[in-house]
């Protein structure tokens, strides 16, 4: 993915703002040291050191740690993968938000994750889970097929409970909570929300499209859905929610 870091921002900031619930799972303590998962912009990075901690953000993309270093320039941000980063430190948690699904070798993810957690260490994370905005994705890709594009949809892993907390397990963690839940999502905008949903989010359904197609797909995504996902003059993602707490 590409990230547009504004429009992240400014059009899609309930994906920091739904976060901050799961700020309270995590707990932070003054003392201990927590790394941000995936920080994106840093908002949650932002508010685990406003609890005390010494946090550091970590994400792979530089255009989200451009705007996280402009917006809160006495953090820590660092560049990495989250199946390849490497740190000095050993970590009291790792913090996670709306990330793991974008990680689709999500094993090697476990592994440095555990790698890098302290005896007792703990880790708190909420992502995709299985069936996440399937209605949206499913339309896209029919629209798609209409046109005469063979798609197959591998950037994304939204996994169940079972297999997430299985995968925890073998790599040597305890899973002590684990939730799959429905979440409909209020988007930004009332006019063009699944559009901008999808233009900030599913760019990878576009690789290869002739931009007349790709205009034609979101209309035609957005016009299909708005029985079911435009409500009282408003739009909404069909988001289901995988939140899981381990220890090592």
Request: glycine residues 8%; contains cysteine; aromatic residues 12%.
């Amino acid at each position: 993915m590409n990230w547009n870091a504004d429009s992240y921002t400014e059009k899609h900031a309930f994906v920091f703002h739904y976060g901050a619930g799961l700020l309270d799972v995590l707990a932070p303590q003054p003392g201990e040291v927590i790394l941000d998962l995936g920080c994106g912009s840093g908002e949650l990075t932002r508010q685990i050191a406003d609890r005390g901690a010494a946090v550091m953000g970590l994400d792979s993309s530089e255009s989200m740690l451009v705007k996280a270093r402009q917006q809160f320039p006495t953090l820590d941000f660092r560049l990495g993968d989250a199946t390849t980063f490497e740190l000095p430190q050993r970590f009291d948690a790792i913090f996670s938000n709306a990330v793991l699904h974008w990680v689709t070798d999500y094993e090697a993810a476990i592994c440095q994750i555990r790698k890098h957690l302290k005896p007792g260490g703990r880790l708190v994370a909420e992502f995709g889970g299985k069936d996440n905005v399937r209605q949206i994705t499913d339309e896209v890709a029919h629209q798609l097929q209409k046109r005469g594009y063979d798609l197959a949809v591998w950037w994304w892993y939204f996994p169940s409970i079972g297999a997430y907390a299985s995968a925890l397990e073998k790599h040597g963690f305890r899973v002590t909570f684990a939730q799959h839940y429905d979440r409909d999502t209020l988007l930004n905008d009332p006019d063009k929300g699944i559009i901008d949903w999808v233009e900030q989010f599913g760019s990878n359904f576009f690789k290869g499209v002739d931009p007349e197609d790709k205009a034609a797909v979101l209309e035609a995504t957005q016009a299909a859905l708005k029985p079911t996902l435009f409500r009282d003059g408003r739009w909404y993602a069909d988001y289901k929610r995988l939140r899981v707490v381990a220890v090592v």
